[in-house]
């Protein structure tokens, strides 16, 4: 059973920093693109960052220049260093795997458990 495991999430003061970790289970990580999404308190979920396979990013507006998104193939795991937090960014961030086709094979799209990340004085 394929799995994502997040970790990192905790409380924080503003202006400060923590780094999210995703650990992914299965074979095929380095072929799947990863994202962090994250869903706030009577809020939507919502994109913040994601990377392709072969190392592309992208951001929510919201982010940029403040989050950072990147893989360790080697180490399936996927990463999301966050500086310069503020009391908005207070939200259950989740880690997904987009649903990747190789070959005659579909994988489908996974979600993590979530960790909660708390910005507050």
């Known amino acids: 059973q394929v799995q994502l495991v997040e970790s990192g999430g905790g409380l924080v003061q503003p202006g400060g920093s923590l780094r999210l970790t995703c650990a992914a289970s299965g074979s095929i990580f380095s072929r799947r693109n990863m994202g962090w999404y994250r869903q706030a308190p009577g809020k939507q979920r919502e994109l913040v960052a994601t990377?392709?396979?072969?190392?592309?990013?992208n951001y929510a507006d919201s982010v940029k220049g403040r989050f950072t998104i990147s893989r360790d193939n080697a180490r399936s795991t996927v990463y999301l260093q966050m500086n310069s937090l503020k009391p908005e960014d207070t939200a259950v961030y989740y880690c997904?795997?987009?649903?990747?086709?190789?070959?005659?094979?579909?994988?489908?799209?996974?979600w993590g458990q979530g960790t909660l990340v708390t910005v507050s004085s």
């Open positions: 990377i392709t396979s072969g190392g592309g990013t």
């Open positions: 997904n795997a987009a649903r990747t086709v190789v070959g005659i094979f579909t994988y489908l799209e996974l």
